[in-house]
């Protein structure tokens, strides 16, 4: 894998979100659906797919996943803070060479996915994944494994 043509994607990735995101604005307002960077967003944006996705060949469908998944992130990054980052450190990490959102959270270095979890919304369908996804990343509660300890 060449990381210097990795950077330079994600560079033009970034370059390309202002223009992308208005895309995904006209489309929101054409099929009346008012997005306004507010949480009330990570619903309108499953909406927006359903309405969007309705008849869309399967490549169409993954254009839309990528351009509401860059609007996706840039919600949680304008909802919590946080900022776009390509990791490329450790090529088994499952985020290896993806854009992220990091800074969102009180983890460090905890990693966001907007366009895998819009993927996953894409799927399955579930109303609610998009806020449950974002809330768990900017909130994450700790599990409590001391029941498995054996004496």
Known sequence: MDKQKARESFENFLIEMDDRLDGVREEAERVHVDLDMSVSDFDRLESLFDKLSAGMSDDKK???????????????????????????????????????????????????????????????????????AALADVRPQAVDLSDLIED
Not at 81 to 105: C, R
């Open 62 to 132: 993954k254009d839309l996943v990528v351009s509401l998944g860059r609007y996706l992130g840039e919600l949680v990054c304008h909802l919590y803070g946080g900022k776009w980052v390509l990791p490329l450190e450790d090529e088994k990490s499952i985020n290896f060479n993806t854009p992220v959102v990091v800074g969102h959270a009180a983890v460090p270095g905890l990693e966001f996915a907007p366009l895998a979890t819009m993927r996953a919304y894409a799927l399955r369908k579930r109303p609610g994944t998009l806020k449950r």
